[in-house]
Nanobody, 125 residues
Framework: QVQLVESGGGLVQAGGSLRLSCAASGRTLSSYAMGWFRQAPGKEREFVAAISWSGGDTDYADSVKGRFTIARDNAKNTVNFQMNSLKPEDTAVYYC??????????????????WGQGTQVTVSS
């Protein structure tokens, strides 16, 4: 069993930055691909970014490419998510998730094995 805990959310003005972290306990994350998803009020949860178990591959939603960066530190069992140039439309609850296999389906939330509880990100205009 893997427990994931997100942190780093908060309120920021448009154009600002936030850095989210996802810490794992119970098992090492080094054999899991990791993803970040978000859910805005009244909308379905959507894929934002992912990183392979080795860190060698990443994938991003078009809406965040060039602004957000995902990285992992397997020695510390954490995944970080740097969000720059934030926009009001980035407002959502952000979730990290761990996926044992299947990089080809990394954008599909149904394939993930473990989820964190989420952290709120609010971007004011």
């Amino acid at each position: 069993q893997v427990q994931l805990v997100e942190s780093g959310g908060g309120l920021v003005q448009a154009g600002g930055s936030l850095r989210l972290s996802c810490a794992a306990s119970g098992r090492t994350l080094s054999s899991y691909a990791m993803g970040w998803f978000r859910q805005a009020p009244g909308k379905e949860r959507e894929f934002v970014a992912a990183i392979s178990w080795s860190g060698g591959d990443t994938d991003y939603a078009d809406s965040v490419k060039g602004r957000f960066t995902i990285a992992r530190d397997n020695a510390k069992n954490t995944v970080n998510f740097q969000m720059n140039s934030l926009k009001p439309e980035d407002t959502a609850v952000y979730y990290c998730a761990a996926k044992r296999t299947g990089w080809s389906t990394i954008k599909e939330e149904r394939g993930y094995d473990y989820w964190g509880q989420g952290t709120q990100v609010t971007v004011s205009s």
